[in-house]
Nanobody, 125 residues
Framework: QLQLVESGGGLVQPGGSLRLSCAAP????????IGWFRQAPGKEREGVSC????????NYADSVKGRFTISRDNAKNTVYLQMNWLKPEDTAVYYC??????????????????WGQGTQVTVSS
């Protein structure tokens, strides 16, 4: 059973940056496409970004394009989400998820097989 562990969340001021990590200790993460999702209180979960198995293809929600960057280091079994120019509306619990499938621009439209426990990101002054 693949286990995903997110880290890097915290409290940051508007305009600040955070880098989230998604690790899979003891597993080969390169077998999976990875998605980052978030859920704010009282709101539905939404897709943020996704990346293909090799990292050659990525996709972003319109709300984060130009501010967030997803990347992966398969040698380290880790996927990253660099978040810059954070806004209060980015406040949410962020989850990474893994699935054998990758569907490019449709990568937010199906249920991923494995999920992490989430990490809280709070953007506030």
């Amino acid at each position: 059973q693949l286990q995903l562990v997110e880290s890097g969340g915290g409290l940051v001021q508007p305009g600040g940056s955070l880098r989230l990590s998604c690790a899979a200790p003891g597993f080969t993460l390169g077998y999976y496409a990875i998605g980052w999702f978030r859920q704010a209180p009282g709101k539905e979960r939404e897709g943020v970004s996704c990346i293909s198995h090799s990292g050659a293809s990525t996709n972003y929600a319109d709300s984060v394009k130009g501010r967030f960057t997803i990347s992966r280091d398969n040698a380290k079994n880790t996927v990253y989400l660099q978040m810059n120019w954070l806004k209060p509306e980015d406040t949410a619990v962020y989850y990474c998820a893994a699935d054998p499938r990758y569907s490019g621009s449709s990568c937010f439209q199906y249920e991923y097989k494995y999920w992490g426990q989430g990490t809280q990101v709070t953007v506030s002054s």
